[in-house]
């Protein structure tokens, strides 16, 4: 047993009875390196990782391997959801010096921290060109006893390039009509027209490029925008990567047509995408979306729900098989003989034909990923629905995929905005419900007595890690929909306090953002990125929430803070318009006002909801009735009832339209492309 058995990562927990003398990262480690003159092995991944958990096998379990290790290292554990900040920091310098990075990361380090030997998955021999691990063990070892000079000079070229780079900068202005058909000029280039999405294999669901999509057409009435946008959700809910007996989607495709997926499954792409198909629904009323989006809803709840009322942070890809191998895939494929044990003969052959199962196979060793080929023709819903439930109910004999516990932050925040939306729209109060006691336990647990965010918590107890950026952006985010959604302005309170340690701890000049507080741990660099990934940016996730918290408060200080933030994407929305997706959506926001809606009557009433189907991108709803409505949200002061029925007013850049009772008219008014 080693160090990491009382950490509150599973990751760092799977490698606590490896024979390697593991360390979490922090002070100790790199002065225990200092004490015994011997460089740092930094290794970085996570729970859901498939090769991280390949390396463990072949090298950090192996004892003679381990033992080179301890011996030669001081080796350093990372779970990169944990310390989001160590893994961009390293991993910009691996991406600078080999023109590549993933997980598992490896970085060799001196003790002051910096960077001078890089990779990612070694394998226990050489092979396609890769050294073995051990030959990398021996040969830094070799360098640093032999040509400590050398090593010295590497390491401070390194730093010295990284802190060279320049710090992003805001630039000037905020983006406009220009920038925006720019950047939709730009998606449209790189759209699949085949398979819909973006780019080539692999394929990653596009969540926040689809929500500028349906934004934009919602304030231009772009019918290409739109189009895009359904056929890429039709063609991923179609498609392998969709769990299409359980709900949710995996990771991504390791193709372009949407077939075989990487099969682990991500706390924040569920919630992501259960948002995008809410939306869709909301822009189209289509079946297919809003069954999507509820089934996505009820997979988190079902399967990511935690005992303490939060979101675990992913299911893992790998499984144990029928043959007690553990490999990828497994807890979901079928083979045309499985199917034939579970429903016969009859039932089986309709199902291979509607989930696109063959005899050859379309995933390994001849077993299918199920979708939707869309070639059985007319179908017999209810006999769909009937194998369905068989095939689900044979499958949860399996082996379960591992489950990655931890509950982030940031990911919270987004399964809160995407189960309070879904569960407003489709009269789901148990996922109203389900969001508000994961929002309670990010309060509790996550800001307890110390004021400050806590990135991670596991079994109710927070980790030892402060949150990042993206964290106060993301819950802020969670709470700002939280309050629209009930009427309850507490949700708008906390997210107000949140932002204002945004405006303290991580703006700089000129309206940039960094993705560390001013008075977090100094690393070797300062991270800063506001390019969206996996997962809107921490800058972009803030200059989102910071836009929403201010149409709901009037905040000269928070308007200014998101128009500041905004600046980057209009550098970045016409080059890069796939990787600032969330940007992008935000903007179109801002171009639309955005629009705010004050409710003067019951929450849940028919004008609340009116309010809240709303599809002007980015507006704000409050909703309340009587005296103390005002002091929940500021929106609500001097908004009489009119003629002592439920009135709607709203309103846009200190303008507003006639205040009205009828629900039809606040849906015209709310669907009009707003002016210049």
């Not at 030669?72 to 779970?79: I, L, N, T």
Request: charged share 25%; hydrophobic share 40%; aromatic share 8%.
């Amino acid at each position: 047993m080693n160090r990491l058995a009382d950490a509150t990562s599973p990751y760092l927990q799977q490698h606590a009875d490896n024979p390697v003398d593991w360390w979490p990262w922090g002070p100790e480690a790199f002065e225990e390196a200092k004490r015994r003159n011997v460089p740092v092995l930094l290794s970085v991944g996570y729970s859901a990782c498939h090769w991280c958990h390949v390396m463990a096998h072949e090298s950090f379990e192996d004892d003679a391997t381990a033992a080179y290790m301890n011996e030669h290292f001081v080796s350093v554990k990372v779970d990169r959801e944990e310390r989001p900040d160590v893994d961009a920091v390293y991993m910009e310098a691996v991406q600078a010096a080999t023109g590549h990075g993933g997980w598992p990361m490896t970085v060799f380090l001196t003790a002051d921290g910096e960077p001078f030997y890089f990779g990612t998955y070694f394998p226990p021999e050489a092979r396609h060109g890769s050294p073995s691990f051990r030959q990398v063990l021996e040969g830094v070892a070799a360098a640093w006893k032999d040509r400590r000079d050398e090593v010295a000079e590497v390491a401070g070229r390194i730093v010295a390039d990284l802190a060279g780079r320049s710090l992003v900068h805001a630039g000037d202005g905020v983006p406009g009509e220009s920038e925006v058909a720019q950047a939709l000029l730009g998606l449209t280039r790189e759209y699949d027209e085949q398979h819909g999405g973006f780019g080539g294999a692999p394929k990653f669901p596009p969540s926040m490029a689809v929500e500028f999509l349906l934004r934009h057409y919602a304030r231009t009435g772009s019918e290409g925008a739109l189009q895009m946008a359904a056929d890429t959700c039709t063609a991923m809910a179609r498609g392998g990567i969709y769990d299409q007996l359980g709900g949710g989607f995996a990771r991504y495709s390791v193709d372009r047509e949407w077939v075989v997926p990487h099969f682990e499954k991500m706390l924040y792409d569920n919630a992501l995408l259960c948002r995008v198909y809410a939306h869709l629904w909301r822009a189209t009323g289509s079946d297919e979306a809003r069954r999507i989006a509820l089934e996505t809803a009820d997979f988190m709840v079902r399967e990511l729900r935690t005992a303490e009322g939060g979101f675990a942070s992913a299911l893992d890809a790998d499984s144990e098989d029928a043959d007690g191998r553990h490999v990828e895939g497994a807890y979901y494929v079928w083979t045309p003989a499985q199917l034939r044990e579970v429903l016969g003969e009859d039932d089986a052959a309709f199902a291979a034909a509607y989930y696109g199962v063959t005899e050859d196979g379309t995933f390994e060793e001849g077993a299918s990923v199920l979708r939707l080929p869309g070639d059985a023709g007319p179908v017999d819903a209810d006999r769909v629905a009937d194998v369905r439930a068989r095939l689900l109910a044979a499958r949860e004999q399996r082996p379960r995929p591992g489950r990655d516990d931890k509950v982030v932050a940031a990911w919270n925040g987004l399964a809160i905005a995407a189960l309070a939306e879904t569960g407003a729209y489709f009269d789901r109060p148990d996922l109203v419900e389900r969001a508000t006691e994961a929002a309670d336990l990010l309060v509790r647990v996550h800001l307890g007595e110390v004021a400050r965010l806590t990135r991670t918590s596991k079994d109710g107890r927070a980790g030892g890690n402060t949150g990042v950026l993206e964290d106060y952006g993301d819950v802020a985010e969670g709470f700002l929909a939280l309050a629209a959604v009930t009427g309850e302005g507490a949700w708008l309170e906390f997210a107000g306090f949140l932002l204002d340690i945004v405006l303290e701890q991580f703006t700089g000049e000129g309206g940039q953002l960094y993705d560390t507080a001013h008075d977090a741990e100094r690393l070797i660099r300062r991270p800063q990125d506001p390019t969206d990934s996996a997962t809107p940016s921490g800058w972009t996730a803030a200059a989102g929430a910071l836009l929403s918290y201010a149409a709901y408060t009037g905040s000269e200080p928070h308007r200014t803070a998101a128009e500041g933030a905004l600046g980057v994407v209009k550098a970045l929305g016409p080059r890069v318009p796939r990787f600032v997706g969330w940007g992008l959506a935000v903007a179109e926001a801002l171009l639309d006002g955005p629009r705010e809606v004050a409710v003067a009557g019951p929450v849940g009433g028919e004008l609340h909801r009116t309010a809240l189907l709303g599809r002007a991108p980015g507006a704000v709803v409050a909703a309340g009735e009587g005296p103390g409505a005002g002091a929940e949200f500021p929106l609500l002061v001097d908004r009489p009832l009119v003629g002592g029925e439920p009135t709607a007013y709203v309103c846009r850049h200190f303008v507003c339209s006639a205040p009205t009772t009828d629900a039809g008219e606040l849906a015209a008014t709310l669907a009009g492309r707003a002016g210049g």
